[in-house]
């Protein structure tokens, strides 16, 4: 006859569920084991099996510190991957900035460039409408200035200058060809207020270099009163904008421009506002 083990309940503090899976499955190969030498040893003359108590083996498995360990690395993954992450976004930002500042600059470059470009624009302009209204005066109006310079004591006088009118008269006709440059003083190039203050150091005269002072000096005389070494202006008296000189004969002498240098003109090719007498 078969004797079943009485295995005495051991009661012990209640454990984390994969602690008691551990212990059930301990505990379910013992009790086959037990079973099956039960089975092998058990006869009629077999004497009583004294009673046996086993305690089942307490597995101590530390589960929360690999837990805890696992926690801790997932933060630390976690903290990386923001920080990783705010780095991204920091230099986008800086990439974007940077963009941003390069294209304003260049906006304000080209913003510069184009007013520049349509000053220079404007200022050709005007010069070329001033030299076209020079030249698109009406055969009609020529004669009417050409008839209008007839009486004037210039365009009557037969005799040569003389003396200091001489002197200057002389020199500003031996400059004709020679190139305008503003600002220039000869000897090879001149503008228009540099070729008369040369021509009157000629005579002994000192004049101021601007047209504006150039048009204030000495006195005022008619343009039907002319006599060579006269100085002719154009625009208002003491902010005159050209100079050139009177040589008889109803003509001039003055450096126009870059285009023409200095030349000799009748006073019909661009009638002067008005004269000055220094002499």
């Known amino acids: 006859m078969s004797h079943t083990a009485h295995i005495p309940s051991h009661r012990k503090p209640r454990r984390s569920a994969s602690k008691l899976a551990v212990r059930a499955g301990v505990a379910g190969g013992v009790l086959s084991t037990l079973a099956m030498a039960g089975t092998a040893s058990a006869s009629p003359s077999a004497e009583p099996v004294a009673e046996t108590t086993l ?10 510190a690999d837990v805890s ?61 001033a030299e076209a209204e020079r030249s698109s005066r009406s055969s009609s109006e020529r004669t009417t200035l050409k008839s209008a310079a007839a009486p004037q004591g210039s365009g009557t006088v037969s005799a040569p200058a003389t003396g200091s009118a001489a002197a200057i008269v002389n020199f500003a006709r031996a400059q004709v060809g020679k190139a305008y440059v503003m600002g220039g003083t000869g000897p090879s190039s001149f503008d228009c207020s540099g070729l008369v203050q ?9 004049l101021p270099r601007m047209s504006q002072a150039q048009s204030s000096a000495g006195t005022s005389v008619s343009l039907s009163a002319l ?27 003055g450096a126009q421009n870059p285009s023409t240098g200095i030349v000799e003109r009748n006073l019909s090719y661009d009638k002067p506002t008005g004269a000055v007498r220094v002499l």
């Open 198 to 206: 040369a021509a009157y150091r000629q005579a002994g005269i000192s």
């Open 69 to 129: 360990t696992a926690v801790t690395v997932a933060a630390e993954n976690t903290r990386l991957a923001a920080v990783e992450g705010e780095l991204t976004a920091q230099e986008e930002s800086a990439r974007t900035g940077a963009a941003a500042e390069a294209k304003k600059a260049k906006e304000e470059a080209q913003k510069q460039a184009d007013a520049e470009k349509a000053e220079k624009t404007a200022k050709e302009e005007a010069a070329r409408k």
């Open 227 to 253: 006599q060579p070494g006269d100085i002719l202006y154009w625009g208002s008296r003491g902010s005159a904008y050209h100079v050139a000189i009177y040589v008889g004969g109803g003509k001039f002498v």
């Open 55 to 64: 305690e089942m083996p307490v597995l101590n498995l530390d589960l929360g």
